[in-house]
């Protein structure tokens, strides 16, 4: 059978159109893929109690392990002068630990006098309690948070757990420390 010139240029020609379009799908599918990974990223699971706004961090089903940040606080009113920051949030019947509060997250509380931060808090914000003109006594079940240095007031006096690791008394960091026994 004699194939005509037309003929002869063209099955070449949509072979190669054919794997062009094929590559295009194959590009565009991983563009897509990309989009849902980035657009995930940049919109954070968020969630709330009573009291706070949080921000889901991780969650390795394999461990599970999952933990949040506290973002914000909503529904301490500024008339509340002590609060105890909770070391787990639950979100669809899950425990996160939380690990970072996040900076402002207290910044309507003007007249919180004390607050205790639970153990495995590893970052505290900058200006998480900018606003906190009250805040005399913050006091930590663990070891310093990671870049808390300017969360706080330099007024502020920092309250540990004889034996804790990472503080030191009568000063830490410019900061004024004492000693704390908690209740049991």
């Not at 020609?13 to 989009?35: A, D, N």
């Not at 009250?134 to 079940?141: A, G, Q």
């Amino acid at each position: 059978m004699n194939k005509t010139p037309s003929k002869l240029l063209w099955e070449p020609l949509s072979k190669l159109l054919w794997e062009t379009v094929k590559f295009g799908l194959r590009i565009g599918v991983v563009l897509l893929i990309l989009y849902v990974l980035a657009s995930t990223k940049s919109n954070p699971i968020l969630f709330s109690d009573d009291y706070f706004e949080y921000q889901l961090l991780s969650e390795d089903e394999a461990t599970g392990e999952r933990t949040a940040s506290l973002n914000r606080a909503e529904g301490i009113t500024t008339e509340m002068e002590e609060f105890d920051i909770p070391s787990t949030a639950y979100f669809h019947g899950k425990a996160y630990r939380i690990t970072r509060i996040r900076g402002v997250a207290f910044s309507s509380c003007s007249n919180l006098t004390s607050i205790t931060i639970p153990e495995g808090i590893t970052r505290i914000g900058e200006g998480a309690f900018q606003n906190c003109k009250s805040l005399k006594n913050v006091y930590f079940k663990g070891p310093p948070a990671y870049s808390f240095i300017r969360a706080f007031g330099r007024k502020t006096v920092l309250h540990y757990i004889e034996g804790t690791p990472g503080w030191t008394t009568p000063e830490w960091n410019g900061f004024t420390t004492r000693i704390w026994v908690p209740e049991p």
